[in-house]
């Protein structure tokens, strides 16, 4: 396989960079901590390397180098369409370089052969109750496949520290093969009939999710393919991808470590963030029975603001401008769907909030992010996210599907480069009183039912 080639040749002198790294500037300084990181998150602390992707705070998300109108402009596409086909990105993810139309294909060919997804998976959704959250099925599915590992079964009959990341690979094109089949059967389960549809062999990667969820709709197929490239990787700190990078780390296969990722992107504070982004502008519609003027959505975004809620889809940790992955999208349906009721209303947000954010003065980055738009253009194409009583939406499957590209290529790459096990110190509440008592000469003391405690170093 050329990719298999292509990665191979690279590790030797990769192998020698990091070597070099730790033997001769191990101790070199790259940053200090203090307590309000510690005790808010670690937020900002850098302590993770990832070659896949880096945030530019005044460019946006790049993947390898390239940033998003970039990717859109140099990836392979096929003859007729205006969005790069999957196959590429990945290339890209892997190896490092833009590859030809060629190298591309193969990818997108070996997803082929390797698409079919167990019998047994559907069996295991099957088994669940339809208001099952969508991305417990996801999660489920993906850990069910897990007696499916290449690398478990050779790491078990003996295999080289060197060669971790040969099966690893294996287990990343097969789960990034049937990913898009799996998530398209739960949208069925959940929303339609709950068929098995069969990809077709003369779509990509991309577009086959669509027709696998019933849409054969050429448009469609070109949004599938951006939104998927856009959501695929966001540096190694987001909560899906330390997960999945935290529990690879312990040589747990691709299923287990991408089933746990999964479990952190279903969160509200990370990709669940697109559902409630679609809801409160759904929320703004109702009350107002259409598209509202600019002053009723003023007074609406302030009034979530003074009910201690935060607007979804803007604001973002790392970026100072607008979203480019957001851009994209609304470029997208300003082609598309200009006069479609929910993209004029998201583009008036945009109008509003980031002006609103700035006068409230607490949000860094009033602009839009990913979230802010994604729902709109699905729920365009008739894309359902949730139901009446359904404690979980599709829209993060979505996200689930692309990001598996990225937590998945960063898997091959630390399995390639022998990365250890992840296992940071921690410290008790009282060693950072101490420490604080040590620096600056303030006692802090300790309340009577807390007399025991000593601390740690």
């Known amino acids: 396989m050329n990719l298999k080639t292509q990665i191979a040749e690279q590790l030797p002198a990769w192998r020698a960079r990091l070597k070099r790294l730790i033997t001769e500037y191990g101790q070199v300084k790259v940053a200090d901590i203090n307590i309000a990181q510690i005790l808010g998150g670690i937020r900002d602390v850098k302590a993770l390397v990832t070659d896949i992707s880096c945030v530019d705070p005044n460019r946006g998300i790049r993947l390898r180098g390239y940033t998003i109108p970039e990717l859109i402009d140099l990836l392979p596409k096929r003859p007729g369409d205006q969005m790069p086909f999957l196959g590429g990105l990945y290339y890209l993810l892997l190896v490092g370089r833009i590859p030809t139309y060629e190298e591309g294909m193969e990818i997108e060919e070996e997803w082929k052969k390797r698409q079919e997804v167990p019998g047994y998976v559907y069996d295991v959704v099957q088994a669940m109750p339809k208001n099952t959250s969508a991305m417990t099925l996801f999660s489920l599915a993906i850990l069910a496949m897990q007696r499916e590992s290449h690398f478990t079964k050779e790491y078990d009959r003996g295999l080289k520290k060197e060669d971790y990341w040969i099966p690893t690979l294996e287990d990343s094109l097969d789960l990034t093969a049937k990913a898009p089949a799996i998530a398209a059967f739960i949208y069925n389960y959940k929303f339609r009939n709950g068929q098995i549809v069969k990809p077709r062999a003369d779509l990509d990667w991309a577009a086959n999710f669509g027709t696998m969820i019933g849409i054969e709709n050429e448009q469609y197929y070109e949004l599938a393919r951006l939104y998927f490239i856009i959501h695929s990787d966001h540096e190694s700190g987001n909560v899906s991808a330390h997960t999945t990078y935290l529990v690879s780390s312990t040589l747990s296969d691709v299923y287990y470590a991408v089933s746990a990722g999964l479990n952190g992107l279903a969160g509200p504070l990370h990709g669940r963030a697109n559902q409630e982004a679609m809801e409160w502008l759904l929320d703004v519609y109702q009350k107002y029975q ?10 609406y975004a302030w009034d979530t603001l003074g009910a201690g809620k935060v607007i979804p889809g803007y604001g973002h940790a790392i970026l100072r401008i607008t979203d480019p992955r957001f851009t994209a999208q609304l470029e997208f349906g300003e082609r598309v769907m200009p006069d479609y009721d929910l993209f004029r209303l998201a583009k008036l947000v945009y109008e509003v909030v980031p002006e609103v954010l700035r006068q409230q003065g607490k949000a860094k980055d009033p602009w839009p992010n990913v979230d802010a738009i994604s729902g709109v253009l699905q729920r365009y194409y008739g894309v359902m996210d949730s139901k009446d009583n359904d404690p979980g939406g599709f829209y993060t499957v979505l996200f689930g599907v692309s990001r598996i590209l990225g937590v998945t290529a960063n898997t091959v790459w630390a399995r390639a480069l022998g990365a250890p096990i992840e296992r940071p110190k921690s410290v008790t509440t009282r060693t950072l009183e101490n420490i604080v008592t ?15 405690e000593r601390g740690c170093r």
């Open 438 to 452: 040590e620096q600056t000469g303030v006692e802090i003391p300790l309340h009577e039912s807390y007399a025991h």
């Open 290 to 299: 259409g598209v509202p003027s600019k002053e009723q959505l003023t007074e």
